[in-house]
């Protein structure tokens, strides 16, 4: 269960830690719900066999925290290198000559965040990263019940209705 839970914090981690890509998480926590999704998947794949709904809760809640703690250095990492490149970036649209003065103090205020903004933003990530993964998990278990197989050795026939 815990390496399927470490693949998809992995994957929950550096998806919404990306600046673009991460941005996806906005529609419906996309990089969260997946992450537990595949958790719950690989587990299934592993196991050879179904899991329960709280299984697949389980293992996708378990991917959802260890993607918070995945997520922190990589966003900090990035903030770091691409912090200075942004805060140019909305200084530069900040000169534009058409823009109303609200939209160019918002804009100004944009640049990079510090890193104790990420610790904070941290507990936040977790405790929904784990509860959105969670309902990743619990899809996934279900979309990915196997089938139990026949019964060996003869031919079903259905039962016969009381008269």
Same mark, same amino acid.
């Given at each position: 269960?815990t390496?399927?839970?470490? %693949?998809g914090?992995?994957?929950? +981690?550096? #998806? @919404?830690?990306?600046?673009? $890509?991460?941005?996806? *998480?906005c529609c419906?926590? %996309?990089?969260?719900v997946?992450? +537990?999704? #595949? @958790?719950a998947?690989?587990? $299934?794949?592993?196991? *050879?066999?179904s899991?329960?709904?709280?299984?697949?809760?389980?293992?996708?809640a378990?991917?959802g925290?260890?993607g918070?703690?995945?997520?922190?250095p990589?966003?900090?990492m990035?903030?770091?290198?691409?912090?200075?490149l942004q805060?140019?970036?909305?200084?530069?649209?900040?000169?534009?000559?058409?823009?109303?003065?609200?939209a160019?103090?918002?804009l100004?205020?944009?640049?990079?965040?510090?890193?104790?903004g990420?610790?904070?933003?941290?507990f936040?990530q977790l405790?929904?990263?784990?509860?959105?993964?969670?309902?990743?998990g619990m899809?996934?278990?279900?979309?990915?019940?196997?089938?139990v197989?026949p019964?060996?050795?003869?031919?079903?026939?259905p039962?016969?209705?009381?008269?």
């Amino acid at each position: 269960m815990t390496r399927s839970a470490a %693949l998809g914090g992995l994957f929950i +981690g550096v #998806l @919404s830690a990306l600046p673009i $890509v991460g941005a996806a *998480n906005c529609c419906c926590c %996309l990089w969260i719900v997946s992450g +537990g999704a #595949l @958790s719950a998947y690989l587990e $299934v794949q592993h196991k *050879n066999r179904s899991l329960t709904t709280g299984e697949g809760a389980a293992v996708g809640a378990l991917a959802g925290v260890i993607g918070a703690f995945v997520w922190l250095p990589i966003v900090i990492m990035i903030s770091i290198v691409l912090g200075p490149l942004q805060q140019a970036f909305f200084e530069q649209i900040a000169q534009s000559r058409d823009l109303p003065p609200e939209a160019r103090e918002i804009l100004e205020n944009m640049g990079g965040r510090s890193t104790a903004g990420y610790f904070v933003l941290f507990f936040p990530q977790l405790f929904i990263g784990a509860l959105f993964a969670a309902i990743g998990g619990m899809l996934a278990a279900a979309y990915y019940k196997k089938e139990v197989p026949p019964a060996l050795g003869g031919t079903w026939v259905p039962p016969v209705p009381p008269q």
